[in-house]
């Protein structure tokens, strides 16, 4: 018998997987720039786990209580207005997903070509989302199996990294996790809310779960255990390994390397040892750029079951794969390979997703006016603190980057406005089909 469910497991793999990416491993050097202190560092990516986890947390209200596939555009459409949901399935998909598989994509090539240099990374990169497109428009078991093998791995090796690191350095950093006087300034300096984005960028992907809802077995009741284990596992396992990073090597010399990785496992492992860690972090990215290629595209699949115009995108398989849906977020994956700028992109992303979580959070407030009687198997753990919560923080990241990065700020609101205009022409298709 064909399976065509994903399981509990599987989706919780997907959530660890989508958020353990290029965040972890890319945005310790450009916080370095700016904060120094070690104590500030781990308050950093304790804060981004508690928004993470906030959001989750009234996630799993919604996913259980409106158990649709699409994220973003199933909670907005049904809370307030399709054309809000259209263009947070817009965003989900082009911005959301395809940008991220690009960059994760991109700094797979990066480590492999650190290992090999002969290797040509544009081609890697291409190569990898091929792949993994044609591995997930065949079933959801091999489709599911794939993906639990590759985040086993990447655990395995964050985790052996993180002990073995910490038992095997010789030499230690001098330096202190203590907080210090100087680090209450920090913490409510501008250089923390920008800092926090990239943090918040990295744990991107704990929303990813709602996007396959209709595909996993018994959602009402599963979602919120797998939000929560997913989101959790993640948090942990960011503060131990940048905990691991700074314990290790400089400061110095990783402030702005986006290899801070590699800097930290030859002050381990010597060089040959870093060059494993390079072709194991690449392995890494593999799980990845597989778990946004499983979730992305069912955005794309609804808004084709909604929108005649998009029909195609809602065509599946016959084990219910959205072949066309995977295909389409691959061919754009591959454009933003050959065109995309790592840092603005990643700002970028991180702020055109924030302003989508935002709204979707407080839909979980506005549910519970409008809809008070609306079936909930699932009620927000301490509503409404939780949600109130995740807007102040995520709230106070987004007016950040607008006054520090005003340039992807505005190139988020035309990617926005682009949203709003299809969602009119689509509109428009639907009604003459109709």
Not at 128 to 151: A, C, D, R, Y
Not at 317 to 342: D, G, R
Request: net charge neutral; proline share 4%; charged share 10%.
């Amino acid at each position: 018998m064909i399976q065509k469910k994903y399981t509990s497991r599987s989706a919780t793999s997907v959530i660890i997987a989508n958020m353990i990416g290029t965040g972890v491993f890319a945005s310790l050097g450009f916080q370095l720039l700016d904060i120094q202190s070690p104590f500030v560092i781990l308050m950093l990516w304790a804060v981004g786990g508690m928004t993470a986890l906030f959001g989750a947390l009234s996630y799993a209200e919604l996913g259980a209580a409106l158990p649709r596939s699409g994220g973003e555009y199933n909670f907005l459409s049904e809370i307030f207005h399709p054309m809000l949901g259209f263009v947070a399935g817009w965003v989900s998909v082009a911005i959301g997903f395809a940008a991220p598989v690009a960059l994760v994509s991109i700094l797979f090539a990066t480590y492999m070509t650190q290992v090999f240099p002969a290797l040509n990374s544009q081609i890697l990169a291409v190569g990898l989302i091929v792949v993994l497109t044609v591995i997930h428009i065949t079933n959801h078991k091999n489709s599911g199996g794939f993906h639990q093998i590759m985040t086993l791995f990447k655990l395995v090796l964050i985790i052996g990294f993180s002990v073995f690191a910490f038992f095997m350095v010789e030499v230690p950093q001098d330096i202190s996790f203590l907080p210090q006087t100087s680090d209450i300034g920090i913490v409510f300096s501008s250089s923390f809310a920008v800092s926090l984005i990239y943090v918040n960028y990295a744990f991107m992907g704990w929303n990813s779960a709602t996007y396959i809802s209709s595909e996993i077995e018994n959602p009402q009741k599963s979602l919120p255990k797998v939000l929560l284990i997913g989101t959790l596992t993640v948090a942990v396992l960011y503060v131990i390994l940048n905990f691991i990073f700074l314990y290790v090597a400089p400061i110095k010399e990783m402030a702005g390397n986006e290899k801070f990785a590699y800097i930290a496992a030859e002050y381990v492992f010597g060089e040959k040892g870093a060059y494993i860690l390079a072709l194991s972090l690449a392995i890494i990215f593999i799980s990845t750029v597989s778990a946004m290629t499983m979730a992305g595209p069912r955005a794309f699949q609804v808004i084709g079951e909604d929108y005649p115009l998009f029909k195609v995108l809602a065509k599946t398989n016959a084990n219910n794969i959205p072949i066309y849906a995977i295909i389409f977020q691959s061919a754009l994956s591959i454009l933003f390979v050959l065109t995309s700028s790592f840092e603005f992109i990643l700002v970028f992303a991180g702020f055109t997703l924030g302003v989508s979580n935002f709204a979707t959070v407080l839909g979980v407030i506005v549910l519970r006016k409008t809809q008070p009687d609306l079936p909930r198997p699932y009620k927000t753990w301490l509503y409404p603190l939780t949600p109130i919560l995740y807007l102040c923080l995520m709230g106070w990241t987004l007016i950040y980057i607008i006054i520090e990065k005003p340039q992807e700020a505005l190139m988020s609101l035309g990617v926005i406005v682009l949203g709003v205009i299809l969602y009119f022409v689509s509109n428009f298709s639907r009604k003459e089909v109709k």
